[in-house]
């Protein structure tokens, strides 16, 4: 499967199992979505179980929330992750308090899916790397897949989790390749991956920044752990400092903005916890602090191989 075709299979297997799993947004139903996601589906589970929505984005999630309140599994999609600010102050308000809020009585079995980053040389709204918002609402999960196995087993988890989550799907890499996948294979929310085990600088990323990530770590001559964050949060920090505490060096890669992106929690985190192991300062490779491009610029904004490989060996030659 490529990815696209794990997010599908995962959405089918799950409304096979459980006939409280539904899923809208969008364009979803007849259409399978702007990225065909839910292509089949409609056609397969009824009208009722995978079908279009309105263009409210606020009341997508607004329904979804009591959906989950009554029962319902609800797999909704925001069309583009730049598209769910709409939705908002229903996720973040509402959703991710419903636990707290109600002293554990009720709570929000909701899965937002939504296809994020750049990459694909879309319009303006449609390029958005979000994941640090929903990271700073308490009682989300987010969770940020980068290859076609942890799409699938990680989007079933989260699924069937009793708690709310925020599926960053990356869309520059959703037809990039394949691979085998086990739909047995057990993958954890809220554990990272190692991709790449090594001894001499570990490099942290998520999505579709993985890739990049493994190729980079190739091109220098040193040998890089790569770490796979896959969930946001919660965060396995654990596993980044140790691996930090190995290696002595850490470069974190993310497709957002550096100021307040999800890496400067990640290097205050790493220093916090492993400073004295430490032979430099933590670097990150990030896009700039301005809004995102049109198409023609995208090339020069998005952190790319070489970006990578100039900060690893900054960090190596400190």
């Known amino acids: 499967m490529n990815i696209i075709e794990a997010v599908n299979e995962a959405l089918r297997d799950e409304m096979a199992e459980n006939e409280n799993v539904i899923t809208y947004g969008e364009d979803v139903g007849e259409d399978g979505g702007v990225f065909r996601a839910t292509k089949d589906l409609q056609e397969e589970f009824g009208e009722k179980r995978c079908f279009s ?13 009591g959906m989950g309140l009554y029962g319902f599994r609800p797999v909704v999609e925001m069309q583009f992750s730049g ?14 308090r419903m636990r707290i809020r109600s002293r554990g009585d009720y709570n929000v079995p909701l899965t937002v899916r939504a296809p ?3 990459g694909i040389s879309a319009l303006e709204h449609h390029q958005e790397s979000p994941e640090a918002f ?7 999960h987010v969770v940020v897949p980068s290859t076609p196995q942890n799409t699938y087993s990680l989007l079933r988890k989260s699924i069937q989790l009793d708690d709310p989550v925020v599926f960053l799907e990356p869309k520059k890499t959703y037809r990039a390749f394949k691979e085998e996948v086990d739909k047995d294979k057990e993958v954890e929310l809220e554990k990272a991956r190692i991709a790449k085990e090594g001894d001499d600088i570990t490099l942290i990323a998520w999505g579709a920044m993985v890739p990049v990530a493994e190729e980079a770590a190739e091109e220098v001559e040193a040998s890089v752990e790569v770490i796979d964050l896959m969930t946001i949060y919660p965060t396995d920090f654990e ?12 470069v974190v890669l993310h497709e957002a903005q550096k100021t307040g992106g999800f890496g400067a929690e ?3 985190r790493i220093q916090e916890e492993s400073i004295l192991s430490m032979e430099a300062p933590v ?13 023609t610029l ?9 970006k990578t490989v100039n900060g690893l060996e900054k960090v190596l030659e400190f």
């Open 266 to 268: 990640l290097a205050s």
């Open 283 to 295: 670097e990150r490779v990030t896009a700039p602090d301005v809004p995102y491009p049109l198409y």
């Open 134 to 140: 929903y990271a700073h609402a308490q009682g989300l």
């Open 239 to 250: 596993t980044v400092v140790e691996s930090v505490k190995k290696t002595g060096r850490a």
């Open 53 to 65: 929505s309105p263009l409210a984005e606020s009341g997508i999630a607004g329904t979804a929330i």
């Open 116 to 118: 994020y980053g750049g």
């Open 83 to 96: 598209f769910s600010y709409l939705a908002f102050y229903q996720i973040k308000e509402h959703a991710s």
């Open 298 to 306: 995208e090339d020069y904004y998005m952190p790319n191989v070489e």
